[in-house]
């Protein structure tokens, strides 16, 4: 079992910028690859980025790309997600999910665990 609380949500201006924050407790974190997922009102939740195991490798959506960055602190069992130059776009409930073993993917049904979320609002 492991439990995942996010944080770093808020209101910003569009071309602003965040940090999201998951921290992790129970099992091991360094067994568990990462990941972060958005969902905005009347939508499906939808993958943003992943990050494996060691942090070697990461997987992004293409909407996100040169703009959001996952990384994780396997020694502080934490994973983040920058996110610059925000779009009204970006507004959503931001998920942290974990998934037993290393590879990137994006299907929301492979992930194992899930945070509450923190809402993200971006304004035009």
């Known amino acids: 079992q492991v439990q995942l609380v996010e944080s770093g949500g808020g209101l910003v201006q569009a071309g602003g910028s965040l940090r999201l924050s998951c921290a992790a407790s129970g099992r091991t974190f360094s067994n568990y690859a990462m990941g972060w997922f958005r969902q905005a009102p009347g939508k499906e939740r939808e993958f943003v980025a992943a990050?494996?195991?060691?942090?070697?490798?990461?997987l992004y959506t293409d909407s996100v790309k040169g703009r959001f960055t996952i990384s994780r602190d396997n020694a502080k069992n934490m994973v983040y997600l920058q996110m610059n130059s925000l779009k009204p776009e970006d507004t959503a409930v931001y998920y942290c999910a974990a998934r037993i073993g290393s590879a990137v993917l994006s299907g929301s049904q492979l992930y194992d665990y899930w945070g509450q979320g923190t809402q993200v609002t971006a304004s035009s």
């Open positions: 990050i494996t195991r060691s942090g070697s490798s990461t």
